[in-house]
Every structure is written in structure tokens, then in C-alpha cells.
């Protein structure tokens, strides 16, 4: 187990030399991670959470979308 793990690690450190591999996989990591945290917030939204810990999430998703 420990083999393949170390054989997928090297292998997307192979990859991620190359620039164009290296910026459609960060583009692709951008998106999953917003979709969590859509999600995220549609759970907290579905769970009725105050309005000060919604508006919290809002604002970090925010911020990510920004530094992204």
C-alpha cells in the first residue's frame, strides 16, 4: 500500500512539471473545493443555522473565490 501511494506521489510530482498539466489540475482543485463549500453552506442553510454563521461562510467562500 505504501508502494502504490509513493508511486502516485511520484508520479504527479512527474506531472506537475508540466505547466499546462500543473494549471488544468490547480483549476480543477479550485473547482472541487468551491463545490464543497457550496455545499457546505446549502447543509448549513437546510439546517437552519444563524444568520451570523451563514453570513461567515459567505464571506470565507468569498474570499476564496477572490484569491483564487
Same mark, same amino acid.
Given at each position: /500500500?505504501? /508502494? !502504490?501511494?509513493?508511486?502516485?506521489? @511520484?508520479?504527479? @510530482?512527474?506531472?506537475? +512539471?508540466?505547466?499546462?498539466?500543473?494549471?488544468?489540475?490547480?483549476?480543477?482543485? $479550485? !473547482?472541487?473545493?468551491?463545490?464543497? @463549500?457550496?455545499?457546505?453552506?446549502? !447543509?448549513?442553510? @437546510? +439546517?437552519?443555522? +444563524?444568520?451570523?454563521?451563514?453570513?461567515?461562510? $459567505?464571506?470565507?467562500?468569498?474570499?476564496?473565490? /477572490? +484569491?483564487?
Amino acid at each position: /500500500m505504501l /508502494m !502504490k501511494r509513493h508511486n502516485a506521489e @511520484k508520479y504527479l @510530482k512527474k506531472q506537475l +512539471s508540466s505547466e499546462e498539466f500543473r494549471r488544468s489540475f490547480l483549476e480543477e482543485k $479550485v !473547482k472541487l473545493d468551491l463545490e464543497y @463549500k457550496l455545499e457546505e453552506l446549502k !447543509k448549513d442553510i @437546510k +439546517s437552519r443555522k +444563524s444568520r451570523d454563521e451563514l453570513i461567515k461562510k $459567505v464571506d470565507s467562500i468569498d474570499q476564496y473565490v /477572490m +484569491s483564487a
